[in-house]
């Protein structure tokens, strides 16, 4: 957090490619490494002219004004993980987000229909606008600055069931599991824009037989994301064109906690970090706690002395890669089972 003069003191280590400034109400600011790769000793991140809006109203097919939709950007700037005050947790956070003066970028519609989106970027983004829990709505694309908006939903699209039922690994029904259906976009997009996400969706839960069900959606591709806490890695499939009434088998893989510790003298060959491989070939997923019911998802962990930090992963059987400044230095099996922290000596 930079000071009254504006003044800032940050630690960058070897995998930072730039650094990124926001202020409420002004369009951010971006710093990039050097073209040796070197930082300057010092940075000076000049914010832009005041951020922008979108203004407008959501209709229905008649011309009425619809309130209590939700509108939001599908699209934002990824920031990265940010600390909360107090709490010792990080989030994942939008540029949008962030600059805004109400702390987000998804607005619900007044009596009117009207909505105002503020802390914009001067480009182009996907606006969605949808009636909460049905998924019925309508996506356009807005070039930030526009003030007269008309976002037209069609609330005659016809709605369907969608049910299911979560299991773990041996089958077994889990109750209280969330399961969140909302209308698929990007993959790449969901890691920072989780939040919109989760407004422009429906959740259920599941009971003792592990079923959950969604009496009444509209028939749309849709994203399901299903998750227990920590204990389980969260689960997340794409439906396309499903028929009525959609039937989803949802099976959740436990998570297994670890650490890595190196001998003396740290990773082989001058290792910076390191990622997760499945059979496949391609990359896994670990997460990082910070904080009591707080995580972080990491692709790569930058390595730091002779060990890392604990993380968590699926339960499964993966090939631990470490990465030098020139790609692949050094590949061992990892098998993860069982509970408590599991400690992989090399």
């Known amino acids: ?29 971006r710093a ?28 229905d097919e008649t011309g009425a004004p619809l309130a209590g939709m939700h509108v939001g950007v599908l699209d934002g700037e990824a920031f990265g993980a940010v600390g909360e005050l107090g709490s010792g947790t990080s989030r994942m956070k939008r540029v949008e987000d962030m600059a805004s003066a109400a702390g987000t970028a998804t607005y619900t519609t007044s009596k009117d229909g009207a909505f105002r989106i503020d802390g914009l970027q001067s480009r182009a983004y996907r606006v969605l606008a949808h009636e909460p829990d049905r998924l019925w709505g309508t996506e356009v694309s807005v070039e930030a600055g526009q003030s007269a908006v008309e976002i037209v ?6 709605s369907g069931r969608l049910r299911g039922r979560v299991t773990d690994q041996r089958g077994d029904p889990l109750r209280d599991v969330v399961v969140h259906a909302s209308r698929a976009f990007g993959a790449e997009e969901d890691h920072y824009n989780r939040e919109a996400n989760e407004l422009h969706g429906a959740s259920a839960r ?18 399901l994301r299903a998750y227990r806490g920590l204990e389980f890695q969260v689960y997340h499939r794409a439906l396309s064109d499903f028929e009525d009434p959609a039937e989803v088998d949802i099976q959740l893989t436990r998570n297994a906690e670890f650490r890595i510790e190196w001998s003396e003298g740290g990773p082989p060959g001058a290792a910076l970090s390191m990622g997760l491989e499945v059979s496949d070939g391609s990359q896994a997923l670990m997460y990082r706690r910070y904080g009591e019911g707080s ?43 069982g509970e408590g922290i599991q400690t992989v000596h090399r």
């Not at 000071?3 to 202020?23: K, R």
């Not at 990039?32 to 209709?59: H, N, S, T, Y």
Request: net charge negative; glycine share 16%; proline share 6%.
């Open 32 to 59: 990039e490494k050097g073209p040796d790769g070197v930082w300057p000793e010092e940075l000076v991140l000049v914010l832009g002219p005041r951020a922008l809006e979108i203004r407008g109203r959501v209709v």
């Open 295 to 337: 995580i972080i998802c990491l692709g790569e962990v930058i390595l730091e002395g002779g060990s890392t930090p604990v993380l968590f992963a699926g339960e499964g059987s993966y090939e631990v890669v470490l990465l030098g400044e020139n790609g692949e230095v050094d590949r061992f099996p990892l098998e993860l089972t």
């Open 1 to 29: 957090m930079a000071d009254g003069t504006g003044a800032f003191e940050i630690a960058l280590g070897g995998g930072e490619n730039s650094v990124h400034a926001v202020l409420p109400g002004f369009v951010s600011a």
């Open 153 to 158: 939903i069609d609330r005659e699209q016809g």
């Open 206 to 223: 599941t009971d003792e037989l592990g079923v959950f069900s969604f009496p009444s959606m509209a028939l749309l591709d849709v994203q």
